[in-house]
């Protein structure tokens, strides 16, 4: 394929080890718009074979010099690139996703790989350390000490729907892994099989030019629910990559735990990212942020893991302009197509549990018909949302939520009430800062990110970046799904004691 075209016909076909087998059985795609293809259906068995190969692969992957691993992380960034119009081209067809945000995504994965390259060649993420011998301490000797991280051997991971390039097939999981020293097995998402078809051609031809083991990477299509269950509990997997749903999530992250030897499960589960907005920045801004809110909670028809879902105010007027403002902002907002049938079925679903709810008053109601999601707007008080949890819980899509409280005291206590979350947001103006010192540190025990004056769509992919939170936004708040620091999700400390300089690890040497 001629990677300046954008055709590009899908063979369907899992990428195990540098081979791509054909399954015994098919599933068909369900594109946005564009033709459908067959794909084949993920097994136990292929997954058996992706994860042997993988440990196969360990045993010379995971002790490449940094400068190889650099190279070939490059080298695959460089290769999607010489696909990048195919890739946007099945990509929006598969997903209904714009042009511009495709190529955007794009981007920011090739972007994270590059970055990987760079991060891995500072060295700085060993975080080695060094105590020398003692051999003359009383009562006793020291011995020479160094320690290192080094990786975990093979790591699993799991597509995200919403994301087909940057949480996907090569995307930051799989990027943090290579970048380790770990082999990678990705269980692509059925939505977009195609574009994770090209993605993995892309890998493939990556590993060939840098000569690495063919097992370092596999893709495996679609499948039942025995296919992930097969993934994480395979005995050589040492590490699990997530993003997708609580219950989804929940799921894997307890098998997990109850296989005979219990891995790490890294799950990004979702969250409502609350916004909170002060007395000041209300009376001056109100109106401003309101139509900020909306432009954000509809960006990408609602479907990002950081959409602000819910918005925090004082009752009265200035609290009343901003509600004013952000449903005349959301009703100006056209119907987009989301990602898949079952997810506009999803939206649909968390809405009608709104409509069912005395506890909240409809600000904008719409009907979202089929794979159109249109935008939806309620109100609650502080009591309320306290008493019915469910009204916290996520819903995909363009839908928000203002919760009125009576005063500052009343929204601390509102905070303090919020479950883990990806992000939580603070607007402000200078009259706020007393207000803002007492709520930042409920905060900080509630959310991985914290904006102040901004709004939380959008991560960017840098060194200081926390995409994780306090359970149920993900299932380990001490790890971070993007930027350089997810690279530690995916290695391990080792003490190395009285080792001969000639025999120690390159890195130490």
Partial sequence: MDGTSPDFTPHGKHLIAGDW??????????????????????????????????????????????????VFLGKIADEIEARGAAITAIGTSETGLPEARLEGERGRTTGQ????????????????RHDQALPDRQPLARPELFMMQRPIGPVAVFGASNFPL???????????????????????????????????????????????????????????????????????????????????????????????EPIPFFGELGSVNPMFILEQASSAR???????????????????????????????????????SAAAALQDVAPQKMLTDGIAAAYRDG???????????????????????????YETDAENYLRDQ???????????????????????????????????????????????????????????????????TGVEVADTMVHGGPYPASTNFGATSVGTLSIRRFLRPVCYQNVPADVLPGDLA
């Fill in 286 to 324: 109100g109106e401003e942020i309101g139509t900020g809110w909306a432009g954000s909670l509809t960006m990408g028809a609602g479907q990002f893991c950081t959409n602000p879902g819910i918005a925090v105010v004082a009752k009265g007027a200035a609290g009343d302009a901003f509600v004013k």
């Fill in 390 to 456: 469910s009204l916290g819980e996520e819903v995909f899509g363009p839908l928000g939520l203002v919760v009125r409280v009576s005063d500052r005291a009343e929204m601390e206590h509102l905070a303090r009430g919020f479950e883990g979350q990806l992000t939580a947001t603070i607007q402000m103006d200078g009259g706020d800062a007393e207000d803002a010192r007492r709520l930042l540190p409920i905060l900080e025990r509630k959310a991985g990110r914290l904006l102040v004056n901004g709004f939380p």
């Fill in 21 to 70: 087998v054909a399954g015994e059985t098919r599933f068909t795609s369900e594109p946005a718009h564009g033709p459908a293809h067959d794909y084949s259906v993920g097994t136990p068995d292929l997954v058996d074979r992706a994860c042997r190969a993988a440990e196969d692969a360990f045993w010379t992957y995971g002790y490449t010099t940094r400068e190889q691993r650099a």
């Fill in 113 to 128: 790989l590059r970055l990987f390259a760079s991060h891995i060649r500072k060295g700085d993420y060993l975080d080695i």
């Fill in 166 to 260: 940057a949480f996907s097939t090569a995307g930051g999981d799989t990027a943090a892994a290579l970048a380790a020293g770990c082999p990678v097995v990705v269980k692509g998402h059925s939505a977009h099989p195609g574009t994770g078809e090209i993605v993995a051609e892309a890998i493939h031809a990556a590993i060939v030019a840098c000569d690495m083991p063919a097992g370092v990477f596999s893709l495996i299509q679609g499948g039942k629910r025995d296919v992930g269950q097969a993934l994480v509990q395979h005995p050589l997997i040492k590490a699990v990559g997530f993003t997708g749903s609580l219950g989804g999530g929940r799921a894997l992250f307890d098998l997990c735990a109850q296989r005979p």
């Fill in 351 to 377: 809405k009608a549990r709104f409509d069912a709810r005395n506890a909240v008053r409809p600000v904008l109601t719409t009907d979202p018909e089929g794979r159109m999601a249109t935008p939806n707007l």
